[in-house]
């Protein structure tokens, strides 16, 4: 079992920066592979972001290429967002989740934990 907190969310103007940041306790961190996960009202939840256990290996949805970075620090149990150039499409609650796997996964199924979510509102 692993617990995970997200944190940073805000309110932030267009072409504005937040960085979202998500501790884990309980089992040990770096054995779980990690996403950030977003879903604006209306929508389905999306992928967003995921790293693997190393952190070696990430991915992202296209959308988010090139302005949003994911990074761990296992020795802090923690993994980041950081989301630069932000838009009002990116407005929506951010969900970290885990998986027990060494991969990058980008399916919602895939996932085993999540935390409760933290608000992005980017105002234009």
């Known amino acids: 079992q692993v617990q995970l907190v997200e944190s940073g969310g805000g309110l932030v103007q267009a072409g504005g920066s937040l960085r979202l940041s998500c501790t884990a306790s309980g089992r040990t961190f770096s054995y779980y592979g990690m996403g950030w996960f977003r879903q604006a009202p209306g929508k389905e939840r999306e992928f967003v972001a995921a790293?693997?256990?190393?952190?070696?290996?990430?991915d992202f949805e296209d959308s988010v290429k090139g302005r949003f970075t994911i990074s761990r620090d296992n020795a802090k149990n923690t993994v980041y967002l950081q989301m630069n150039s932000l838009k009002p499409e990116d407005t929506a609650v951010y969900y970290c989740?885990?998986?027990?796997?060494?991969?990058?996964?980008?399916?919602?199924?895939?996932?085993?934990?999540w935390g409760q979510g933290t608000q992005v509102t980017v105002s234009s």
């Open positions: 989740a885990a998986h027990r796997g060494s991969s990058v996964r980008i399916g919602t199924n895939r996932y085993d934990y």
């Open positions: 790293i693997s256990r190393s952190g070696g290996s990430t």
